[in-house]
């Protein structure tokens, strides 16, 4: 619902203490709101900021803001979901056996219990790359050999060539970084694969961007393990959590990891999940609402 769709709909309320009652009691409050309006930060232009001091985070204390970068300001999902389009146009002959559905199914399985073991650390990055087109060609080849993990290896760096082919940053997301950049200096922070992160620093030319750049492959540890926010504060000089900001899409890896490492956040919650005890300093609907966001608390 637009602002003004929402200004006319709190405007039939007659009783703004029944209102102020459901805006104070956090839970009911956030999903009342969140199945009305866009964003959490338009939410805020209608009524006075003081009804939400106690769920606002505070720029005034930020002396680093960190970004995620696959779904938050990457639009990663649009990028594999291209990718593996493109690539079993290129190589259905390898998997006679699948349709397309049956592929994509099987491919997200096995890469999403791959990336699990990988936080666990249980396999490795290398093993991640290698393996996930293993159960794909086991189910759909058509062939008794068992040991495709060669093949499997070669189609994994096949399939990374194509998928950087599709790499486009969300609408918003340039706005938002130049926004964020004039409150506190930049960081990443990222579970991607270290040549794909550096690739996308090359390609959306974000080498002076960001100051710091912090990848899970290279620090032994994944989000949203506490040891890779307390290793990346360490690095960026302060020593108060409470000073960095993360803004993340994804509410367990980035935002419940970063709120127990002491750091505020910012959901960009882009599907409108409902979180009754939701932990997220802030919430907005897009990257784009960031500018907002930040308007709104520095006015």
Not at 44 to 55: H, N
Request: with cysteine; hydrophobic share 40%.
């Amino acid at each position: 619902m637009c602002v003004q769709n929402a200004k006319n709909t709190f405007s039939s309320y007659k009783n703004r203490d029944f209102l102020e009652l459901i805006l104070r009691n956090f839970a009911f409050g956030r999903v009342f709101l969140l199945k009305n309006m866009e964003s959490f930060a338009n939410f805020r232009l209608i009524l006075p900021l003081s009804l939400f001091d106690s769920m606002a985070l505070n720029l005034d204390t930020v002396k680093v803001i960190y970004f995620d970068i696959d779904n938050t300001l990457v639009d990663h999902s649009h990028a594999e979901n291209k990718a593996l389009t493109l690539f079993f146009e290129q190589y259905s002959e390898e998997f006679p056996l699948a349709t397309f559905e049956k592929f994509t199914s099987v491919y997200r399985a096995s890469n999403l219990k791959l990336w699990q073991k990988l936080a666990k650390k249980e396999v490795t990055v290398e093993e991640v790359r290698a393996r996930r087109f293993l159960d794909i060609l086991q189910e759909f080849s058509g062939r008794d050999n068992l040991t495709f993990e060669d093949e499997a290896h070669k189609m994994g760096i096949r399939y990374m060539k194509i998928y950087e082919k599709f790499w486009e940053l969300f609408d918003g997301a340039s706005q938002a970084i130049e926004k964020a950049s004039k409150i506190a200096p930049l960081g990443l922070l990222s579970n991607g694969f270290r040549k794909q992160v550096l690739g996308k620093i090359k390609q959306f030319d974000w080498e002076n961007t960001f100051h710091h750049v912090v990848i899970s492959e290279d620090v032994g540890v994944m989000k949203p393990h506490r040891e890779i926010f307390d290793h990346t504060l360490t690095i960026t000089g302060y020593t108060k959590p409470e000073e960095m900001l993360y803004i993340g899409d994804h509410y367990d890896t980035d935002i419940i990891g970063a709120s127990e490492a002491g750091w505020q956040t910012v959901w960009v919650n882009v599907h409108n999940e409902i979180k009754i005890d939701s932990v997220a300093d802030d919430e907005v609907s897009s990257i784009g609402g960031i500018c907002r966001l930040f308007d709104l608390l520095k006015s």
